[in-house]
């Protein structure tokens, strides 16, 4: 076999050595193409989400309820959900948001008392919506969408509370009969008071005590609350009841306050009218 001389080898070497060069840029430039992915931002859930929210929940057994009322407050990490019409409260924590995506535990309230705990995961869409799917035992087990309020813009003042134009706030709570509201009475100061009424259910001889209170949050239309509940002779329901409200306007001005408390074992909410 003729042997390839020295001349043919070296000029073969660059034309090698050109084809890889080539090929190397080739790939450089199709990767710097490429446009960097855009990370989505973090939604935002702070806000009232109006009482037209729904879901549907197991009852506990082989059916499921229709909610069509349900509302929330969200204010930091804090979710809490109610239906006055089914006399539910979800008192929730978002432990993570990831972009539209996050997660939150909450503990569930039925006619006051604490009753499964459940996860979720869902979806939020800043300024409109968060929908969310429980994962749990009964009332802890479904769907549910809120609907974001138009009412954000406005700011939470003492003002808006003060019993003045109503005589007290009042609501049907504890699984009561309709006509047996607990009434209490907000003042100038901010100071909550209990006012005559005969409840029955779980408030039954239960008042608001000395020391309770609600707040405007700064910038928001969102209050503080903090109710001290003595119950004579039923201690079990007693205790410092904390939580958020807002306003809704039904049927005049801010004449819905829209209270969601509990403790560890028992709620206290409603719409009080």
Request: charged share 15%; with cysteine; hydrophobic share 40%.
């Amino acid at each position: 076999m003729p042997q390839l001389n020295l001349t043919s080898r070296l000029a073969a070497s660059p034309l090698i050595l050109l084809v890889l060069i080539a090929l190397v840029l080739q790939g450089c430039f199709h990767d710097d193409d490429d446009p960097a992915p855009v990370p989505v931002p973090d939604a935002t859930p702070a806000g009232y989400y109006t009482n037209t929210g729904t879901a549907t929940v197991s009852d506990g057994g082989s059916s499921t309820i229709s909610i069509g009322d349900l509302q929330a407050i969200v204010h930091g990490s804090q979710i809490m959900m109610m239906s006055v019409a089914n006399e539910l409260l979800y008192d929730g924590t978002i432990t993570s948001i990831d972009g539209n995506d996050y997660t939150a535990e909450f503990t569930i309230y039925k006619d006051g008392v604490s009753t499964t705990t459940a996860t979720v995961a869902g979806q939020i869409t800043t300024g409109a919506s968060i929908t969310g799917t429980l994962t749990g035992s009964g009332f802890g087990s479904g769907v549910f969408s809120l609907l974001y309020a138009t009412t954000n813009g406005e700011v939470a003042s003492l003002a808006r509370v003060e019993n003045t134009t109503n005589a007290t706030w009042g609501a049907t709570i504890g699984g009561a009969a309709a006509i047996e509201d607990f009434e209490f009475i907000i003042d100038a100061a901010g100071d909550a008071g209990d006012d005559a009424n005969t409840p029955q259910g779980l408030f039954h001889t239960c008042i608001i005590d000395f020391g309770s209170t609600i707040s405007p949050i700064i910038g928001t239309n969102f209050y503080e609350t903090s109710f001290l509940i003595g119950c004579p002779g039923v201690v079990a329901h007693e205790g410092d009841y904390s939580g958020l409200a807002t306003t809704r306007s039904d049927a005049a001005t801010d004449d819905t306050l829209v209270l969601m408390m509990n403790t560890t074992t028992h709620s206290f909410s409603g719409d009080f009218k």
